[in-house]
């Protein structure tokens, strides 16, 4: 019998909450820095979603990753400021509850010319939390560093309240296979 995508999906999300949840009780919750950041622009495509239509497996996250490879989104942006590919979370209808838009791009050094179908989104200057993700495979570190990110918010553990004005997630060089994946989430605090 062949399973689904939305199986494999909802069974990989059960898999990464019972790895937070073993994580938080045996002490292996990340730990976090807070630190202060500039602001900064990134261009990308972007889509408004919510964590309970992802986690349902009904999300934009996996197809935005889709259109992002398939149409070479990356090479599309010019002034890029460095090579790493960045997630930018914003617009934030409430908390981690209420919609949001997810934008996948380039950190630019200038927003001369923003290309079509695509969309500029300043990253607020100010101060965030760092969290260094394990290293595994891409959906599955992130889903499980950002439980961890609720059960730290839960605890009052972030360094201050979570701002929910704009978080980003930075896939650097060691993001390059996505099998063996390490990635830095900056949550704002205030």
Request: aromatic share 10%; proline share 4%; charged share 20%.
């Amino acid at each position: 019998m062949e399973k689904s995508s939305k199986q494999v999906c909802a069974r990989g999300v059960v898999l990464a909450i019972l790895v937070a949840f073993t994580s938080l009780l045996w002490g292996g919750m990340t730990q976090t820095k807070t630190i202060d950041q500039k602001g900064f622009t990134v261009i990308g495509i972007s889509a408004r979603t919510n964590n309970a239509q992802e986690a349902a497996g009904n999300g934009v996250i996996a197809k935005q990753w889709e259109e992002f490879y398939k149409e070479g989104i990356l090479d599309k942006i010019p002034n890029k400021a460095d090579p790493a590919t960045y997630v930018v979370y914003s617009d934030y209808a409430s908390d981690r509850n209420g919609d949001y838009n997810y934008l996948i791009g380039a950190k630019v050094s200038a927003v001369s010319t923003v290309p079509p179908d695509m969309l500029a989104k300043t990253v607020s200057p100010g101060k965030y939390a760092a969290i260094t993700s394990k290293r595994g495979p891409i959906p599955e570190v992130i889903v499980e560093a950002w439980q961890q990110i609720w059960g730290l918010e839960d605890q009052a553990q972030l360094g201050g309240k979570r701002a929910y004005n704009t978080d980003f997630e930075v896939y650097d060089q060691r993001a390059q296979n996505p099998q063996d994946s390490q990635i830095d989430i900056y949550v704002g605090v205030r």
